[in-house]
């Protein structure tokens, strides 16, 4: 027996049949979204002559296996421009950062990074129109699951008035302003640090600083503590010691050899290490503190937090 959909793919052009399924799909979004309390106005105006986005889609699926080395991942992310700016956005934005520092815990030097990595301190955001983008990945199907609740978290944004329509751009995946925020995540960690009414994480400068030092504290951001150091292993050192789970009191670590990078011994302090070798057994080795994987919660990877904190450092030298 044919099914409807068989049947309207057997009678319609592949456009059309893609654009009934959408239009069913966003009138349940619009049910989901009003149940939820969104108001009317805020729902018709977003999701009106919204159609699937191609190039969404395409990004989406051709996303390559991640097979870069850490070394070509920290020359493409640690280039000299990218510290430059860094040092200047620092000097520019001081005062601020120190008051956030003041209201969060969160020192200048991880949100500096997290800033420059995200999005250049600001200066690319993405141009992708948020709601569309979301629609376009919950209605394919592959991640449903993940994107349909964070479209309904963009309409209460926009229901909320923190940002403007015209305004709620993002990455193709939805993330959005400079501190790279998907909905969900501008819903529990977004800031009105000024106090103007909005949380403003595309303009508002104070509110992007604020926003990213809110996450790393709620995330468990440990105040006055370093993210982690390189290191030099000994000869012979057993790389199955190693290795995010693998932690030891630093004193721990003294005894069996590691030293500082500049072969000075390690600091004496009471903090639980792990000691992470990103390229293997022959490449760079580094201790990685808790607030490391404080780092891995805002993105899930050794490449990016170690990027994070070593950017943070060179640029609040």
Do not use: C
């Amino acid at each position: 027996m044919l099914t409807r959909r068989v049947a309207l793919a057997l009678l319609l052009p592949s456009a059309a049949l893609a654009q009934d399924s959408f239009a069913g799909f966003l009138y349940g979004v619009r049910a989901e979204a009003l149940r939820s309390g969104i108001s009317a106005s805020t729902v018709d105006r977003a999701l009106a002559a919204l159609r699937p986005n191609d190039k969404v889609l395409e990004l989406d699926r051709r996303q390559p296996e991640f097979t870069m080395t850490w070394e070509r991942y920290r020359e493409t992310r640690l280039t000299d421009q990218r510290i430059a700016q860094g040092r200047a956005a620092w000097a520019q934005n001081r005062r601020l950062l120190e008051a956030v520092q003041g209201a969060f815990g969160v020192g200048p030097q991880v949100i500096l990074g997290v800033w420059g990595l995200e999005s250049n301190y600001g200066s690319y955001t993405g141009g992708f129109n948020v709601v569309e983008a979301l629609a376009t990945l919950a209605w394919d199907g592959r991640r449903a699951s993940f994107f349909r609740p964070e479209l309904i978290s963009a309409l209460r944004i926009l229901d909320h008035g923190d940002v403007a329509f015209p305004r709620m751009l993002g990455s193709y995946a939805g993330a959005m302003g400079q501190p790279q925020f998907m909905p969900s995540s501008f819903l529990r960690y977004a800031v009105d640090f000024d106090g103007d009414g909005r949380r403003d994480i595309w303009d508002d400068r104070a509110d992007v600083l604020a926003s990213i030092a809110n996450y790393l504290k709620r995330s468990g951001w440990r105040a006055g503590e370093p993210w982690g150091e390189a290191v030099r292993l000994p000869a012979g050192f057993n790389s199955f010691e190693t290795g995010r789970e693998n932690r030891r009191e630093l004193a721990d670590w003294a005894r069996l050899g590691v030293r500082r990078a500049d072969g000075g011994p390690l600091p004496r302090w009471e903090l639980p290490a792990a000691v992470i070798l990103p390229d293997g057994p022959e490449g760079d080795a580094y201790l990685a503190y808790p607030n490391f994987s404080v780092i891995r919660r805002y993105n899930p990877s050794d490449f990016y937090a170690l990027s994070v904190g070593m950017l943070g450092d060179l640029v609040v030298a």
